[in-house]
């Protein structure tokens, strides 16, 4: 079995530790679980959380509960409600996450959406 090979599993979210990464304002807390070229989190903002920083990497995030703002650095703005998903792959875009009341997401990303 090649190394990047994943065999099947369940993800069982109440084992995996959160961490706490502060934003300009609120916090964000994750769950992840990292493979090779391959990393998987369930991430929580706060209400009133804003990133710190504009973000490059690519990412699938698929809106669980709540809703947030995906900004660009263009200044366009995305507003996606629970059951939305964004995706895109890395270098095509600066975004950064905001929501006024909180949100539950979904957040996969990894190797195969780095640019070719």
């Known amino acids: 079995m090649n190394h990047k090979n994943i065999p099947f599993q369940t993800i069982d979210w109440t084992s995996i530790p959160r961490t706490e990464h502060k934003g300009e304002s609120g916090i964000a807390f994750w769950q992840t679980l990292q493979y090779e070229g391959l990393r998987i989190r369930m991430v929580e903002y706060s209400a009133g959380y804003v990133a710190d920083h504009w973000c490059k990497k690519g990412h699938i995030?698929?809106?669980?509960?709540?809703?947030?703002?995906?900004?660009?650095?263009?200044g366009e703005k995305f507003v996606l409600t629970e059951g939305m998903t964004y995706v895109v792959s890395d270098e095509l875009s600066s975004h950064r996450s905001t929501t006024k009341n909180g949100v539950k997401l979904l957040i996969i990303d990894g190797d195969f959406l780095q640019l070719k």
Do not use: I, W
């Open 61 to 74: 995030v698929h809106c669980l509960k709540g809703d947030f703002v995906s900004e660009l650095l263009s």
